[in-house]
């Protein structure tokens, strides 16, 4: 059973941290390249990170470049996403994402998000 599971999101204040985990299962971790996206109320879903599957290689939103950082453990399974310098803008849910393929199927797998929330 493929399960992401978020989690560390929370309320916190402008200027302020957080750090999300996403720990994945029931599939090639490994072998994934890993995201995390972040839908706002009355917003579209939005790209925020990407990283490769041997983590040699990140992308990040222009809105997040230098204050956020994603990274990952292979060996655990888990991508993270150290947040810095929050902003208002920054409230959204966070969501994980798994992108591959196998030789029979590509998958994309969504996790069930965590709510970040930055008070001015």
């Known amino acids: 059973q493929v399960q992401l599971v978020e989690s560390g999101g929370g309320l916190v204040q402008v200027g302020g941290s957080l750090r999300l985990s996403c720990a994945a299962s029931?599939?090639?971790?490994?072998?994934?390249?890993m995201r995390w996206c972040r839908q706002a109320p009355g917003k579209e879903r939005e790209l925020v990170a990407t990283?490769?599957?041997?983590?040699?290689?990140?992308n990040y939103a222009d809105s997040v470049k230098g204050r956020f950082t994603i990274s990952r453990d292979n060996a655990k399974n888990t991508v993270y996403l150290q947040m810095s310098s929050l902003k208002p803008e920054d409230t959204a849910v966070y969501y994980c994402?798994?992108?591959?393929?196998?030789?029979?199927?590509?998958?994309?797998?969504w996790g069930q998000g965590t709510q970040v929330t930055v008070s001015s």
């Open positions: 994402n798994a992108v591959g393929s196998t030789p029979k199927w590509e998958y994309d797998y």
């Open positions: 029931g599939f090639t971790f490994s072998g994934s390249l």
């Open positions: 990283i490769s599957s041997a983590g040699t290689s990140t």
